[in-house]
C-alpha cells in the first residue's frame, strides 16, 4: 500500500507517484504472452518519459517506441540498446533522421513516400543503408476516441496498403535502404479485439505477399494501444490479444514487436492534489485544488475520465461538484458532476490511473512549474524529478528592453 498522505507531505502537491512494482507486473505480462514467439516489447516512450521509468524498463529488457530525436536520446540514455530502439512518427526533421540512421537504431517507421525519399536522400549522403519499417495503415476503425484513432485512411497516419507494397518493393531496390519492419498501430486506449484482429489479417496478408517477391520483413510491428480500465470499461484480455495476433502469423517466421504504452504505466501511476477551498456558483459546487490542467490534461482534452479518491475521508454524505483547477480555462477540471463529501482546505485527493499521459503531456501554461515525480518501489520512495522552480521557467529566455 502506497501511503499517499505521507508522501504528499514528503514532497508536497502536486506530485505525481509511480508505481515500479506495477509496471514490472505490467510489462513481465505483456511478454509473458508472447513466448511461443521471438518478441520485443518497445515501451512507447511518449506515455511516460521520466529517465527512472526509462531506466528501471530498460533493466527488466525493454525496447523504445520513440517519436521524436529527444526519446530516442533518453531511451539511450537510460540505457536501453540500441538495437531495440524503433524511431515512428509522421513528421521527422532531416536532422532526426541523420541522427537515427548515425545512432543505428534497430528501424525508422516511416509513414509517407516523402519521408521515404527524405531518408534514401540523407542516408546516400552518409553512406549508409538505414533499416526501415513501413506504417501501413489498414483503414479499420478502432472504435476509440477520434484524437486517439489512427488507423482510418482519413487519420494523417500510414501509408496506404497499395503504396506501402510499392515502396517496399523500390526500398528492396534500394542502396541506401533495408527494409526490416513492417507496422501498423490503428489506434490507443483499444477496448475491442476486433478491430485488432481484422487490421492484423491485413497487414500479415501483405507480409505474405512481400514474401512472394523475395522481401524479406523480420519484424512484426502490432503497435501499442492496449486498452485500461479508467472506469468500468471492459478491457481486452492479454492473452487474447496476443493469440488473436499470432493467429494471423502462421506460417511466418518474424519477431513480433509490440508497443505498449499506456498499459505498462498507466495504472502505475496517481496524481495526487491538495484542496485548496470549495465554492459555488448559481448553486454548482466547485471542488478547487493545487493540480490543474497543465499537470494532467486528459480530462480537458479527452473528456477522459479519472476516478479521484480522497484521502482518509469515508464521508458518505455526498453532494455533487466539479473538481477544478487554478488554470483561467473553463476546460480546466478533473472531474464534472462527481459525488464528493464537503471538503475543507488540506484536504488530499488521489487521481488515479494517471501514470500514462500524465506528466508527459504536462506544460507550464499559466507560468506554473510542472510536478514532482516520485517512484514507489518494494516500500520505498524516491524522488525521480523536481518540482520545478520560477527560475526553471525563465532559464532559457533573454530579457531585453
Ligand atoms: C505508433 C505508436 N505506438 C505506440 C503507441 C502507444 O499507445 P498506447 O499508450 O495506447 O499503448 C502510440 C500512441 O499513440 C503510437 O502512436
Redesign the pocket.
Known amino acids: 500500500m502506497i501511503d499517499f498522505k505521507y508522501l504528499a507531505k514528503k514532497y508536497g502537491t502536486p506530485l505525481y507517484v509511480y508505481d515500479f512494482n506495477n509496471i514490472k507486473k505490467n510489462f513481465t505480462n505483456i511478454k509473458e504472452v508472447f513466448k511461443a514467439r521471438k518478441s520485443l516489447i518497445c515501451y ?1 516512450v ?2 511516460n518519459s521520466n529517465l527512472s521509468v526509462l531506466k528501471y524498463l530498460a533493466s527488466l529488457g525493454s525496447g523504445a ?1 520513440c517519436v521524436s530525436i529527444g526519446e530516442v536520446k533518453r531511451a539511450l540514455k537510460a540505457g536501453i540498446p540500441k538495437y531495440k530502439i524503433i524511431f ?1 512518427g509522421v513528421g521527422k526533421r532531416d536532422d532526426e533522421i541523420e541522427e537515427a540512421i548515425l545512432r543505428d537504431i534497430l528501424m525508422i517507421n516511416l509513414e509517407s513516400e516523402a519521408e521515404f525519399n527524405r531518408i534514401e536522400i540523407i542516408a546516400a549522403r552518409l553512406n549508409k543503408k538505414a533499416r526501415i519499417s513501413i506504417r501501413v495503415n489498414p483503414n479499420i476503425d478502432a472504435k476509440t476516441h477520434p484524437y ?1 484513432s ?1 488507423g482510418l485512411n482519413e487519420n494523417k497516419f500510414g501509408v496506404e496498403i497499395d503504396q506501402a507494397k510499392e515502396l517496399y518493393i523500390r526500398a528492396k531496390k534500394s542502396d541506401y535502404l533495408e527494409p526490416v519492419g513492417i507496422h501498423f ?1 490503428i489506434g ?2 483499444l477496448t475491442d479485439l476486433k478491430p485488432i484482429e481484422e487490421a492484423s489479417k491485413i497487414v500479415s496478408n501483405m507480409l505474405k505477399s512481400l514474401k512472394y517477391l523475395d522481401i524479406d520483413i523480420k519484424f512484426y510491428d502490432i ?4 486498452g485500461i480500465k479508467y472506469n468500468d470499461e471492459e478491457t481486452i484480455r492479454l492473452y487474447n490479444y496476443a493469440q488473436a495476433v499470432l493467429a494471423t502469423l502462421k506460417g511466418l517466421d518474424v519477431t513480433v514487436v509490440c ?5 505498462i504505466v498507466g495504472n502505475s501511476g496517481y496524481f495526487l492534489t491538495t484542496v485548496l477551498y470549495e465554492k459555488k456558483n448559481s448553486g454548482k459546487r466547485f471542488v478547487i485544488v493545487d493540480g490543474g490542467m497543465n499537470d494532467l490534461i486528459r480530462p480537458s482534452l479527452y473528456k477522459a475520465y479519472h476516478e479521484i479518491e480522497i484521502v482518509e475521508n469515508d464521508d458518505q454524505n455526498r453532494s455533487v461538484c466539479d473538481v477544478v483547477g487554478p488554470i483561467c480555462e473553463s476546460g480546466d477540471f478533473f472531474a464534472k458532476d462527481v459525488q464528493l463529501p464537503k471538503l475543507k482546505q488540506n484536504d488530499l485527493l488521489v487521481v488515479k490511473s494517471a501514470g ?1 499521459y500524465g506528466f508527459s503531456m504536462s506544460s507550464n501554461y499559466n507560468s506554473r512549474g510542472r510536478a514532482a515525480e516520485v517512484s514507489f518501489e518494494d516500500g520505498s520512495d524516491r524522488l525521480i524529478r523536481k518540482r520545478e522552480s520560477f527560475e526553471d521557467l525563465i532559464r532559457l529566455e533573454k530579457e531585453f528592453l
Open positions: 512507447a511518449k506515455a517506441d515512428s486517439i489512427t498501430h490507443s486506449q503497435g501499442g494501444g492496449i508497443e505498449p504504452g499506456r498499459y500514462a
